[in-house]
């Protein structure tokens, strides 16, 4: 007690001071008005109850349906999608994974795999430090140029993960082009939001993939100001994909530069796996091209790919690259040989889209009600949270299946679902039996169907 009779005579003395003299006031009266206050007795009877703040914000997603707990799942190397699930009593159970980001099982695929082992091997565990001091590798190097080949531009650009990736690039921009107007589509990552209002520029939100509203938006805005359109092809959480040819034409007719996050396309479209805008043969036309390495590549990492004067620019800026550890060597590695192993594998993005296909084709005959897409991802709406997250723990404990509740606010309340991600190792087998669990709990959990069904 005497020590905090001291340090409240100390507070309490310094706020006299600054209030007297005018210097510090409102950061002082900001502090007396705080929850948190020293009493000249030196008591703490007004102390902020942290740990209460902290249970009643947990509390509150509790009571939403919507707490999320985490499947302790140890992955299987060479059985994918296979894993083992360790249950809350310590007992383990073998699970069928049905909503991972591996969309190709390159996390297993003994190419890369082999390339890590030989990185670890040759240069040990960690980078070193930043790219900036100690931290680049002859990997990242060479990984870039994959990268930069990979879209078609002159330089390619690593960060630690597609969501510094997005931040950090986004941010930047506003700082290299004075007056910068973004245009932002409505279902944009988060990752892409937040670089967005980080850069501190003017920002507009266009109703998702409605180019009418993106081209009013764009007439408003100053003629004269720099622009960037910032948007999606495959869009993650109802599997939908942007017009990028529509984008671009309007990015041309306007003044605007584009910029397109491709992590969820990257490796599965395209003859080389370059994403959309490489299927649909606009690659050359987009400005800035966002993509990551722990998806469809199966490592972990981020990046862009433009042309050289614009990655420089953001390599020199970026403060998300430049204050950051670089990627592991064998990371760097084992993503090398993913990237260019599949640049040359197009029949395992075939069977990919057949197996999305075929999963899309066995709901709809259950009356099950998938979202209607012409991606690999395959959303099934339940519409509550709690009943999403009943179904998803009946999944995992009594059939097998695991697979995460979507919920807000990831999605809109209201829109809550079960996302699956067939890979091209989900047997024709795997799929009955989850059809069968999904018929059987859809009942069960008195979950809506497809009007025709119901």
Not at 406 to 425: M, Q
């Amino acid at each position: 007690m005497e020590k905090l009779s001291n340090l409240a005579s100390v507070f309490w003395t310094v706020w006299g001071l600054h209030a007297r003299s005018g210097v510090g006031t409102e950061r002082a009266a900001r502090t007396s008005a705080s929850a948190f206050v020293f009493r000249r007795s030196g008591c703490v009877d007004d102390a902020v109850n942290y740990k209460a703040a902290f249970r009643s914000a947990v509390d509150q997603v509790r009571n939403e349906g919507r707490y999320r707990v985490f499947a302790d799942l140890k992955r299987r190397c060479g059985d994918f999608p296979r894993a083992t699930w360790t249950r809350p009593d310590g007992g383990e159970t073998d699970v069928v994974v049905w909503c991972s980001n591996d969309y190709l099982g390159q996390g297993q695929n003994p190419v890369v795999i082999q390339a890590m082992h030989e990185a670890i091997d040759a240069l040990g565990a960690g980078s070193g430090g930043t790219r900036n001091i100690s931290g680049t590798t002859r990997y990242h190097v060479e990984l870039e140029a994959e990268l930069a080949d990979l879209h078609a531009k002159s330089a390619a650009l690593l960060f630690t993960s597609g969501y510094v990736a997005n931040e950090g690039a986004l941010a930047t921009l506003g700082k290299i082009l004075p007056g910068l107007v973004i245009f932002s589509d409505a279902l944009n990552h988060a990752s892409m939001i937040a670089g967005i209002r980080n850069s501190g520029c003017a920002r507009h939100v266009f109703r998702h993939n409605d180019l009418e509203h993106l081209e009013a938006l764009l007439k408003a805005a100053p003629a004269k100001a720099p622009k960037l359109i910032a948007f999606e092809s495959v869009y993650s959480m109802d599997g939908d994909v942007a017009d990028i040819a529509g984008v671009v034409t309007l990015a041309k007719a306007y003044g605007a530069m584009t910029y397109l996050d491709e992590v969820h396309a990257v490796g599965l479209y395209g003859l080389r796996g370059g994403g959309v805008a490489e299927r649909d043969g606009v690659m050359a036309e987009v400005d800035i091209i966002e993509g990551t390495l722990g998806k469809a590549f199966g490592v972990m990492g981020g990046y862009i790919a433009a042309e050289a004067e614009i990655v420089d620019a953001i390599r020199s800026y970026a403060s998300g690259f430049i204050f950051t550890t670089s990627l592991p060597p064998a990371l760097a590695a084992g993503a090398i040989a993913s990237v260019s192993w599949l640049k040359v594998h197009h029949e395992v993005r075939i069977a990919h889209q057949a197996r999305a296909a075929a999963l899309k084709h066995r709901f709809a005959e259950a009356g099950l009600p998938a979202l209607e897409s012409s991606t690999h991802i395959v959303p099934v709406m339940v519409g509550d949270p709690v009943r999403c997250k009943m179904v998803s723990d009946m999944l995992l404990t009594d059939h097998g299946v695991y697979v995460q509740p979507i919920n807000y606010p990831t999605v809109p309340r209201g829109t809550e679902r079960l996302r699956f991600t067939p890979t091209p190792f989900h047997t024709d087998a795997m799929i009955h039996h989850l059809v069968e669990a999904m018929d059987h709990l859809w009942a069960r959990c008195n979950v809506a169907r497809r009007p025709a069904a119901a």
